[in-house]
């Protein structure tokens, strides 16, 4: 269990590495925009994220 704990990590960073690798600058621009978002639509939007994983998750299984 910890193992795949492990990968699951180590996937997770290579995959948000990705785009900062490739256009720096976006990314930068992009920080700065969810910087100035308020804390309600942040929360929305990570709570969308993990249901989206979780619902992937669950279909991938």
């Known amino acids: 269990m910890t193992q ?3 990968v699951a990590f180590c996937l997770m ?3 948000e590495g ?6 720096p600058q ?14 309600r639509h942040m929360r929305f939007l990570g709570l969308a994220s993990m249901l ?10």
């Open 52 to 61: 989206l994983g979780l619902v992937i998750l669950l279909l991938v299984n």
């Open 18 to 23: 990705i785009l900062p690798f490739l256009y």
């Open 26 to 39: 976006r990314w930068r621009k992009l920080v700065v925009q969810l910087a100035q978002i308020n804390d």
């Open 4 to 6: 795949h704990l492990l």
């Open 13 to 15: 960073l290579i995959l």
